[in-house]
């Protein structure tokens, strides 16, 4: 069984560019989370989807960030514009009902220049 | 808002020696869980407590959740240098529908073979 998988592992990109984001949970799992991780710190939260709906975008930005959880195919997690103040690493998690036991990706590093 | 302290900071030991370290909170917690984050990789859940008092191991691992719902502590026996990482507890956040979790401020643990 395949754990959560996401990519690309690691992004470039310059300042004003767009950054897309993939999570694919595990399989029977339809809840989906979004997490930041900035360096030398814990992972904190920035929203939860189930399938076509956003249950919690409470840890999101206000403006440039967006997340969806489409019917068919991967999470999203998209960073319009991107500041430097955006490199950090971006982890998915998944969860098979509304459990509290979130199974993590390997993560994306966005670097921005 | 809701806020967990891990302590130590960091821990520098020796091949088979046991540790111990622990995560605390002002506010109450219904479930602790544990996890471990290799460099470069996504978190690891270890261990799930659902229970104040409840007492739980994972191999070499054995976590418990503290009896005023406020703590909560990992031991690792005889360590090995895989064990090498850092540890961070999380718990969910109260109110409204949400799943997301608090994570701690992380233990890096360093073994020396």
């Known amino acids: 069984n395949a754990g959560v998988m996401q990519n690309p592992r690691h992004l470039v990109r310059r300042r004003g560019q767009e950054a897309r984001l993939r999570c694919s949970p595990m399989?029977?799992?339809?809840?989906v989370y979004w997490y930041r991780q900035l360096p030398e710190e814990g992972l904190k939260f920035m929203v939860y989807?189930?399938?076509?709906?956003?249950?919690?975008e409470s840890g999101m930005p206000k403006e440039r960030f967006s997340a969806e959880f489409p019917k068919e195919g991967p999470s999203i997690l998209r960073i319009q514009q991107v500041v430097r103040g955006d490199s950090a690493a971006y982890f998915c998690a998944s969860s098979p009902t509304s459990t509290h036991e979130q199974y993590f990706g390997p993560g994306t590093r966005l670097t921005v220049t | 808002g809701q806020q967990l302290n891990q302590s130590p900071q960091s821990m520098f030991i020796q091949e088979g020696e046991d540790v111990s370290m622990n995560c605390t909170s002002s506010s109450i917690f219904n479930t602790w869980l544990w996890y471990k984050q290799d460099p470069g990789e996504g978190p690891v859940l270890l261990i799930a407590l659902y229970k104040a008092g409840e007492l739980t191991s994972n191999g070499r691992l054995t976590a418990q959740f503290g009896i005023t719902r406020k703590d909560s502590f990992l031991n690792i026996s005889a360590s090995i240098p895989s064990d090498v990482g850092i540890y961070f507890c999380a718990g969910p956040a109260y109110g409204g529908a949400t799943n997301k979790l608090i994570f701690g401020t992380g233990t890096l643990l360093a073994v020396q073979p």
């Open positions: 989807l189930q399938k076509e709906n956003i249950i919690d």
């Open positions: 399989k029977g799992h339809s809840h």
